[in-house]
């Protein structure tokens, strides 16, 4: 085990990681994003830290940030020794849990040799002198979550038992008036009432939303809330008149019934799944986990014209839409046997030493994209134009910086040869999520999938470093999952 700073001066030249909690998506209050990011960076050039880039945002209550895959990641990355301490904003934006706090701490993180430091405060979870002070932050940010959230269910109970209103955001189709009551909303009564007409004729939900420009999951939340037809959730009346008539709500719980493919069945525990970066090669389309397979929403034609001549054996699904997990990950596993089978060829092949590239910093190039995309997406909630501005001038700068070419020394061929060759019993050893996840995110930058007869990977700089390309052929023919020979 590493050994662990025992004081803040035993951080100078110390690889760091950042951590940024968010209690909502699109959440900005003095504590934001933009808040802990600066006073991180403070604390990097004042401790004189070298910063590895790596950054995991979760939008989660501090509650149960715990189970997010944000925190998943971030601890399989210190396991990983991809980091040596953990920069933490304030400490109520690290959980507002003490026991799952003790729990990380002692458990994972420092037996990993990673120290978490909280920048508001200036505390160091591996130092003695600290310790105390850190329980009592922990129990403080915790004992904050319990006390708000009674408050703020006594105020929904009283408002839903003296005023018949649900209390919250008010919801589509709905406004608030001067009184903090909800109430119609003039302006879209009649999107409600044409989304529900729809619905009851036997218009699929996704063609409704297209019909009527709104949001696939905002029809949903309409077509299954019974506020519309004036009840609260639990089934009381609420104060307002109904905006649609109970014949036509019933139609349309009659008619969506009918369509309905989960049987009442929950949802799969496994997603993600593993393969998050698995995209159709005609359109680009991200394939998700779906209840045990992965699938293409909206399949496009090019992606539906690659579906294999299934046997007439064949039980599963043949409509070109989606495939089950195992035959997409079983592809995968075929793959990386072959080259860990494949791995004594390198010494061979690359001589002494892996050579390095000379090029960019990818890996930062790639999180800055990420933090683009997620802030253009919160601004369309806050209408923070001065914020996003701020954002994305931040990140044209780290991006200059993360373009410039870097060198870097290269991997020692026996180090190669070890990677690769652990590759295919890591892949079968981490059968389920998270473990197959990590595995997959450290080869794979993105796979393109032609239905299920072609896979064209893209190795990221880590698999790219190791010679993982000179351990395979370029194009190769597999049999998974049927018997058919599928190309990888």
Request: with cysteine.
């Amino acid at each position: 085990m590493k050994p662990l700073p025992g004081s803040v001066d035993d951080l100078t030249g110390l690889r760091a990681a950042r951590w940024i909690r968010e209690s909502t998506p699109g959440q900005f209050d003095r504590y934001g994003p933009e808040a802990q990011l600066e006073l991180q960076d403070v604390e990097v050039r004042r401790l004189d830290l070298v910063d590895t880039g790596l950054v995991w945002r979760a939008a989660r209550s501090g509650r149960t940030v715990y189970r997010s895959s944000e925190m998943a990641a971030m601890l399989a990355a210190a396991r990983a020794g991809a980091y040596d301490v953990l920069l933490v904003g304030y400490v109520s934006r690290w959980q507002r849990n003490l026991r799952r706090t003790l729990e990380l701490l002692e458990d994972v993180l420092h037996p990993a040799g990673v120290a978490v430091y909280f920048c508001d405060e200036e505390i160091l979870s591996s130092s003695d002198r600290h310790w105390d002070q850190l329980v009592d932050e922990a129990k403080d940010a915790e004992r904050y979550s319990r006390r708000l959230a009674r408050r703020i269910r006594e105020g929904y109970a009283s408002k839903r038992t003296k005023q018949a209103d649900p209390g919250g955001l008010a919801p589509f189709g709905f406004r608030r008036n001067e009184a903090k009551l909800i109430e119609a909303d003039p302006e879209l009564i009649d999107t409600v009432r044409r989304m529900f007409e729809l619905s009851s004729v036997g218009v699929p939900d996704r063609k409704v939303s297209e019909l009527v420009s709104v949001p696939l999951f905002t029809v949903r939340g309409v077509l299954t809330s019974p506020l519309y037809v004036g009840r609260l959730r639990d089934g009381s009346k609420a104060h307002w008149l109904p905006i649609i008539t109970q014949a036509l709500w019933d139609a349309v719980v009659a008619e969506r019934a009918k369509r309905a493919t989960n049987a009442g069945r929950p949802a799969s525990p496994r997603r993600p799944y593993a393969l998050d970066m698995l995209y159709c090669s005609a359109c680009g389309k991200r394939l998700t986990g779906d209840t045990g397979f992965y699938r293409h929403h909206d399949a496009c034609d090019g992606f539906r014209e690659a579906t294999p001549e299934w046997p007439a054996s064949w039980k599963g699904r043949r409509d070109g839409k989606a495939y089950r997990r195992e035959l997409f990950e079983e592809a995968i596993g075929v793959l990386l046997d072959r080259v860990s089978v494949n791995a004594a060829v390198v010494a061979k092949v690359v001589g002494d030493v892996v050579p390095a590239e000379d090029g960019p910093d990818v890996t930062t190039l790639r999180r800055i994209d990420q933090e683009r995309a997620a802030a253009a997406s919160r601004v369309l909630k806050d209408r923070d134009y001065a914020g996003l501005q701020r954002t994305m001038e931040r990140l044209d700068r780290e991006e200059t910086e993360a373009r410039k070419p870097r060198q870097r020394e290269g991997i020692p061929a026996e180090k190669a040869v070890e990677y690769l060759q652990a590759l295919g019993d890591a892949w079968r050893l981490a059968e389920g999520e998270p473990g197959r996840a990590m595995v997959a995110r450290s080869v794979f930058e993105r796979l393109e999938a032609s239905g299920f007869r072609e896979l064209k990977v893209h190795l990221t700089e880590e698999a790219r470093a190791h010679a993982f390309a000179a351990a395979v052929p370029e194009q190769f023919t597999a049999s998974v999952g049927y018997g058919r020979g599928e190309r990888t």
